[in-house]
């Protein structure tokens, strides 16, 4: 059996874990928008979400970051149909976005994308109520941001919650 030596991470400095984080994040988002993916790239999507998260939280992320990794990994579970995790990352998402708010490090989108991600997720899960309810707090929180583009995106994505 091969042990890992838990002091490798320990070596990388703040802004290399932050790179890390930005291009693995990126990454899965390669992988999120595949229309056919195989098994492995499956895998993929769901070691590289987690491995984001984790160098964020290595480089200095903020709680908007540490909610913007649990709204990707939501965001990969619920893409692959696994409900109960994608509940959970979407919950802890929306309770740091909120406790960003509160700090003043979250931008006026965060909240309105954690509830998108949770929205998805009760979808996933079968709860359409809950998914439908949720929708509109997404849609009220919408109205917080300022940035047409921002907006859209959310938007977007509102559209495509599977209910």
């Avoid at 895998?43 to 984001?52: N, Q, R, V």
Wanted: net charge negative; glycine share 4%.
């Amino acid at each position: 059996m091969t042990t890992i030596d838990a002091t490798a991470t320990e070596t990388l400095d703040v802004d290399r874990h932050r790179q890390l984080g930005k291009d693995l994040y990126n990454h899965t988002w390669s992988l999120i928008e595949l229309t056919d993916r195989t098994p492995a790239q499956e895998d993929e999507m769901l070691f590289s979400t987690h491995a984001s998260a984790y160098h964020w939280s290595k480089g200095s992320g903020t709680l908007a970051n540490a909610a913007r990794g649990h709204w990707q990994i939501a965001r990969v579970y619920s893409t692959l149909g696994r409900a109960e995790p994608a509940v959970w990352h979407a919950t802890r998402c929306l309770e740091l976005a909120e406790a960003a708010t509160r700090a003043g490090v979250a931008d006026d989108w965060d909240v309105a994308a954690a509830f998108e991600g949770l929205a998805r997720a009760q979808a996933v899960a079968g709860d359409r109520e809950a998914a439908r309810a949720t929708q509109a707090r997404a849609r009220e929180a919408l109205e917080a941001v300022a940035d047409p583009e921002d907006r859209q995106l959310i938007e977007q994505d509102l559209e495509t919650t599977p209910l």
